[in-house]
């Protein structure tokens, strides 16, 4: 008996060795079709929320229109930092205070990538990575704005959590579709998303600054508002997009007619 036993005893371990083998094989030969595949969806939330992605396209082709760069928060200047090798979950990160932390993320890293989409060297298009609470869970998308900085040409969340049908609707494209051509910034330049429970009315006054809400998802929809108004006040974007409108007479001329 002790002799079987001991057969058997080898036996699996031989096999738990090799299956451990053939295992660790194939995430190292797989690793890099997983990279580049990661690489190629992210790419392609971006072009989506832009506009520019179609099925089909060759992603990476459209992809050489935008020209990322890493943007310091604190200061609102666009850094020198390599944005090929720039990782935001190791960057130096900030605290957020309670009563300015609408997007519930408790922390935030001091430097972002924003990508530009340009046009013979014009940027035509910004686009800027947004992370919030939901109800049950994280959510990060891409928000797009016009050359003027306010102007939305489209948004795009590409990871969430949230309830199937209800707060789930977030990545439902008609719910997508009305963000386009809504302003982010009140007539004073402040964050001005305000998302209703309900249908916006018909003839209310600030039309351009509110959003359909989703039935049944009162508590995701909070945490969408919540994460735009963060995200576009001085401590997530607000400092860079100031600066942005006032060295482009482009986005200068644009948010002046608005107003």
């Not at 520019?52 to 930092?81: C, H, M, Q, R, W």
């Not at 579709?177 to 429970?197: R, T, Y």
Request: net charge negative.
């Amino acid at each position: 008996m002790s002799e079987s036993a001991g057969k058997t005893l080898t036996i699996a371990a031989v096999l738990c060795a090799v299956c451990s083998v053939l295992v660790s094989g194939a995430v190292v030969i797989l690793k890099p079709r997983q990279e580049f595949n990661a690489d190629l969806d992210f790419k392609k939330n971006i072009l989506m929320s832009t506009g520019l992605y179609s099925p089909g396209a060759d992603i990476n082709e459209i992809f050489k229109k935008v020209e990322p760069a890493v943007v310091d928060l604190d200061s609102g200047e666009i850094t020198d930092i390599d944005p090929r090798t720039f990782d935001s979950a190791k960057a130096s990160k900030d605290s957020i205070p309670s009563n300015i932390d609408s997007a519930g993320i408790k922390q935030r890293a001091r430097q972002q990538v924003v990508y530009f989409v340009k046009n013979e060297g014009k940027v035509e298009l910004i686009v800027l990575h947004l992370v919030g609470k939901g109800l049950w869970s994280t959510m990060k998308g891409f928000l797009t704005l016009e050359a003027d900085g306010n102007t939305v040409r489209g948004f795009q969340y590409y990871a969430h959590g949230e309830t199937p049908g209800l707060g789930g609707e977030v990545d439902n494209p008609a719910w997508i579709a009305q963000w386009k051509g809504k302003k982010v910034f009140n007539e004073n330049l402040k964050p001005a998303i305000d998302v209703l429970k309900s249908k916006v009315p018909e003839g209310i006054a600030h039309a351009e600054n509110k959003i359909d809400g989703i039935s049944g998802a009162t508590l995701t929809m909070v945490g969408v508002e919540g994460t735009f108004n963060f995200w576009l006040s001085d401590f997530g974007y607000g400092k860079f997009l100031e600066k942005f409108r006032a060295q482009n007479p482009v986005a200068q001329a644009e948010v002046s007619n608005e107003n």
